[in-house]
C-alpha cells in the first residue's frame, strides 16, 4: 500500500502545482520549502480541499481524487482550528467519531478514554479547550485524529505555536504513535531540524514542482540548490 | 450552513411572499379611478414630514453626538446603551409618553400656563414630527458618534501641536466626517419615515395629517376601497424603493455600532462655554428621550391592577404572535445569513407592512375570511419586516463561523444536521439570542397589520392600548401600556440573555 500522486496538476490563481511521487505505506515524510512554495495546496490536493485540475491521488491504488474529505482516508491537523472550543474534548471526539449525528454510541466512551490516554490526557475529556495549555490542546487535537483512524495523516505546521521544548515532544509522540500504529504521515514545516528529527524522508517543493520523497539524512548532507538557498547556504 | 437546498426554499418562500402580495395589489390597482386630492395630499405629508423628522433628527444628533465624542461623566455609558432602546420601544408607548409630556394636560402645558405661555398642541405635524425625532433622534446620534469616535485621536493631538484653533480643526478633522456620514443618517432616517403608519394613526390624522400609510389603512377599514388601497399601496413601494436604493447609495455606515462607550480625549475644549453648552445639549436629550419613559412608568402603575380581561387576552395575542413572529423569522434567517441571503431580506425594508398586508388580504379572500387568520397574517408580516435586521446581526458571525471551521467540519466529514446542531447553533447562540430578542420585541410591540384585520376579539396588545385610549379610557391606557412596555423589554431580555447562557463560545 502506498499514497501515489499521478501528475497530479494544481491551480490556485496563477500559481500551479505539480507532483508525481509515491510515499510508502507507515513512512514518516517532512515537507519542506518555502514559504508560497506551494506545501499546503499539496497537503489540500491529498486531503481533498482542492480537486487537482488534472492528475490522481491513489491510496492502496484506489482513486480517491474525487473523495470528498471527510470520506477519505487521511485526516489533517491544521495550524490551528483543529477542534471546536464549544464542545468539551469529549463531545470533539464523539463528533468525530460519528460525524453523521455527533450522538455517542455504545462502545464510543472507552475508545475516547482509550485515545485520550494514549496522548496521556486520561481525565481531560471533560474539559473545554480554553482549560487547557498549548501542549494539552495539541494533544488533544492529535487524539482527535487518533480516533477518526485514518491511514494516512497530514500535518499542517500544527505545532507551530508551541515552545521548541513542547513542539519536539510532540514530534516524539506522534512518531511514537505513527510507528506504533502504522500510520503514513506527512509533515508540513518550516524548520529543518523539525524534519531531521521526525522524518524518515523528506520532499522538496520549490516554486510549484514537488520532489520525490529523498533519505532525510542524505539530504541534509548534500542539499539541493533550492533548498540549501533556503536554508541559508547561499 | 444549511443544506443548499435549505436556503433555496427559504429564498423562494421570500421571494413568494413579496411578489405574491405585491402582484395582488398590482392587480387590484388596475380598477383604480384616479387620484383624489386628498391621495396628493397624503403623498406631500408623507414626503414633507420624512423630511422634515430626517433634518430634525440629523440637526438635533451633531451637537448631541459631539457632545458625547468629547465628555466623560457618569452615566454615560448608560445613556449611550439607553439610545439603542428606542429601537425596541413600542410606538403606541413612546407615544403614550409624548402625551404624558406635551400633550394637553401634560406635563409642559401645566407647567407653562401659569406662565401665560399658549397651550402646545402635539396633534398634527407637530406631533408626529416630535415622535419621529424621539425615536429617530438616538439613531442619528449613534450613527454621527461613531464618526466623531472613528477620527483616529492624533488628528486631534496633531492639530493640537500645530495650534489648530477650533474654527480649523472643525474644518479640516471634523466637518469632513461629517460631511461623510450625515447624508446617510439623514436617508436612513428619512426611509424609516416614510413608511410611518402607528404614530400618524396616534398623533396625525385628518386631512392634513394623513400619510399614505395612514391612508392605506383608511381606504381599508373606513371605506373598504380595495383599489384605492392598491394603488397608493404601488405608490408606497415605489417611494420607498426609490428612497431605499439612494439611501443604499449614499449610506457609507454600519448601523451596528461598537466601541460607542468610550470618549475621545480633546485639548480644545475645556472652555467653559464649551462645557456647558455640551452639558446643555446631553441634559435636554436625555429628558426629551427618558420623561416619557418615566410618565408611561408612573402613569401606567397604578393602572396595572385593573387591566382587565380584554387586556389580558390580548397580551396573549401579542405574546402569541411574537414567539411565531421570532421562530418564522429566525426559520428565515438561518439559511439566509449570506450576503445575497442579506440582499434578499431588505426587502423587508423596502416594502411597507400595510402594502403586505393588504397583498396578503387580497390573496387570502376567495379561501376564507382574512379576519379570522388576522393573528396569523401579523406573525408573517412582522417576522418579515424584522428580516433584515435578524440577518445584519447574525451574518457577520455566521460568515465567521463558516471561514474558521469549514475545513475541520470538512475534515470531519461533518452532515449537515450535525453542523447545524453541534457547531452552527451553539456558536451563533449570542447573536440568535440577540435577533430572537429584536424580533419578539419588534412584534410585540407592533401597531400596522394588525390595525388593518382584527376585530376585538382578536386584539393584540398595542391595538388594545391605540383602543383604550380611542375610548379615552386613559388610565387603562397606561396601565395596559406599561405591561406592553414590560412585556417587550422582557421578551428581548429573556431572549438575548438565553443567547448568553453557557460557556462562551
Known amino acids: ?234 | 450552513m444549511a443544506p443548499r437546498a435549505v436556503s433555496i426554499i427559504a429564498a423562494l418562500s421570500v421571494i413568494g411572499l413579496v411578489i405574491g402580495p405585491v402582484t395582488a395589489v398590482v392587480l387590484r390597482a388596475e380598477a383604480f379611478s384616479g387620484f383624489r386630492p386628498a391621495d396628493w395630499q397624503a403623498f406631500r405629508f408623507t414626503l414633507v414630514q420624512a423630511t422634515l423628522s430626517a433634518l430634525l433628527s440629523v440637526a438635533f444628533a451633531v451637537p448631541l453626538a459631539r457632545a458625547l465624542a468629547r465628555r466623560d461623566f457618569i452615566g454615560r455609558g448608560l445613556l449611550v446603551a439607553l439610545l439603542g432602546a428606542p429601537f425596541i420601544l413600542p410606538v403606541i408607548v413612546a407615544v403614550l409618553g409624548l402625551l404624558a409630556v406635551f400633550g394637553q394636560t401634560g406635563v409642559l402645558n401645566r407647567a407653562l400656563s401659569p406662565l401665560g405661555v399658549p397651550e402646545l398642541q402635539i396633534y398634527g405635524l407637530q406631533g408626529v414630527l416630535v415622535a419621529h425625532v424621539f425615536f429617530n433622534l438616538p439613531l442619528a446620534t449613534r450613527l454621527i458618534l461613531q464618526g466623531w469616535l472613528g477620527i483616529p485621536a492624533e488628528q486631534f493631538r496633531l492639530a493640537a501641536t500645530l495650534g489648530m484653533g477650533r474654527r480649523a480643526m472643525w474644518r479640516c478633522i471634523e466637518w469632513p466626517m461629517l460631511r461623510r456620514l450625515v447624508p446617510g443618517a439623514f436617508a436612513v432616517i428619512f426611509v424609516i419615515c416614510l413608511s410611518s403608519f402607528a404614530v400618524a394613526l396616534t398623533l396625525g390624522g385628518g386631512p392634513r395629517a394623513t400619510t399614505l400609510e395612514l391612508a392605506i389603512y383608511q381606504s381599508m377599514r373606513f371605506d373598504f376601497d380595495l383599489a384605492r388601497a392598491a394603488v397608493l399601496g404601488v405608490v408606497q413601494i415605489g417611494l420607498a424603493l426609490s428612497a431605499g436604493l439612494i439611501a443604499l447609495r449614499v449610506t457609507s455606515v454600519p448601523v451596528a455600532a461598537k466601541g460607542l462607550d468610550r470618549h475621545a480625549p480633546r485639548w480644545d475644549t475645556a472652555g467653559r462655554m464649551m462645557v456647558l453648552v455640551d452639558a446643555a445639549w446631553i441634559v435636554l436629550a436625555a429628558l426629551f428621550l427618558l420623561t416619557p419613559l418615566a410618565m408611561v412608568v408612573l402613569n401606567g402603575v397604578a393602572g396595572l391592577s385593573d387591566l382587565g380581561t380584554s387586556v389580558w387576552q390580548s397580551a396573549g395575542h401579542s405574546i402569541l404572535v411574537a414567539l411565531g413572529s421570532t421562530a418564522l423569522c429566525l426559520l428565515w434567517a438561518l439559511p439566509l445569513a449570506t450576503r445575497w441571503g442579506e440582499w434578499l431580506g431588505l426587502s423587508g425594508i423596502a416594502l411597507s407592512p400595510l402594502v403586505l398586508g393588504i397583498g396578503l388580504f387580497l390573496i387570502v379572500r376567495p379561501f376564507a375570511n382574512p379576519f379570522d387568520l388576522a393573528l396569523y397574517v401579523t406573525a408573517t408580516v412582522n417576522a418579515f419586516v424584522s428580516l433584515p435586521f435578524v440577518l445584519r446581526i447574525l451574518r457577520p458571525e455566521a460568515e465567521t463561523i463558516r471561514a474558521e471551521y469549514g475545513r475541520l467540519r470538512g475534515a470531519l466529514g461533518l452532515s449537515g444536521w450535525a453542523w447545524l446542531w453541534w457547531v452552527f447553533l451553539p456558536r451563533l447562540k449570542r447573536p440568535l439570542g440577540f435577533g430572537a430578542g429584536l424580533t419578539a420585541a419588534l412584534s410585540m410591540g407592533d401597531l400596522g397589520v394588525i390595525a388593518l384585520f382584527a376585530d376585538p376579539d382578536r386584539a393584540t396588545l398595542p391595538l388594545k392600548v391605540y383602543q383604550l385610549m380611542g375610548a379615552y379610557r386613559m388610565d387603562q391606557a397606561a396601565g395596559a401600556a406599561l405591561l406592553l412596555l414590560l412585556l417587550s423589554l422582557g421578551m428581548f431580555w429573556l431572549f438575548d440573555r438565553g443567547g448568553r447562557v453557557g460557556p462562551a463560545a
Not at chain 1, 485540475?53 to 474529505?69: H, K, N, S, Y
Not at chain 1, 506504533?180 to 531531521?196: C, I, N, Q, R, Y
Open chain 1, 1 to 234: 500500500m502506498a499514497l501515489q500522486l499521478d501528475s497530479i496538476l494544481a491551480c490556485a490563481g496563477d500559481f500551479e502545482l505539480a507532483a508525481d511521487l509515491t510515499v510508502p505505506e507507515a513512512d514518516r515524510v517532512a515537507v519542506v520549502g518555502a514559504s508560497g512554495s506551494g506545501k499546503s495546496t499539496l497537503l489540500d490536493v491529498i486531503a481533498g480541499f482542492r480537486l487537482p485540475e488534472r492528475g490522481t491521488v491513489r491510496w492502496a491504488g484506489r482513486d480517491i481524487t474525487r473523495l470528498p474529505p471527510g470520506t477519505r482516508p487521511v485526516s489533517i491537523l491544521f495550524q490551528d482550528t483543529n477542534l471546536f472550543p464549544h464542545l468539551t474534548i469529549r463531545q470533539n471526539l464523539s463528533l468525530a467519531l460519528n460525524p453523521a449525528t455527533g450522538r455517542r454510541r455504545p462502545g464510543d466512551a472507552e475508545r475516547i478514554d482509550a485515545v485520550l490516554e494514549r496522548v496521556g490526557l486520561a481525565g481531560f475529556g471533560g474539559r473545554y479547550l480554553a482549560e487547557m495549555s498549548g501542549g494539552q490542546q495539541s494533544r488533544a487535537a492529535l487524539a482527535r485524529v487518533l480516533i477518526q483512524a485514518r491511514p494516512v495523516v497530514l500535518l499542517d505546521e500544527p505545532f507551530a505555536a508551541l515552545g521548541p521544548a513542547l513542539k519536539d515532544q510532540m514530534l516524539d509522540l506522534v512518531a511514537e504513535i505513527a510507528e506504533a500504529e502504522g500510520l503514513t504521515v506527512l509533515l508540513v514545516s518550516h524548520d529543518p531540524d523539525d524534519a531531521k528529527r521526525f522524518a524518515r524522508t523528506v520532499i522538496v517543493v520549490e516554486a510549484g514542482q514537488v520532489t520525490a520523497p529523498r533519505d532525510t539524512a542524505a539530504l541534509f548532507d548534500n542539499p539541493p540548490p533550492g533548498l540549501r538557498a533556503y536554508l541559508g547556504g547561499g
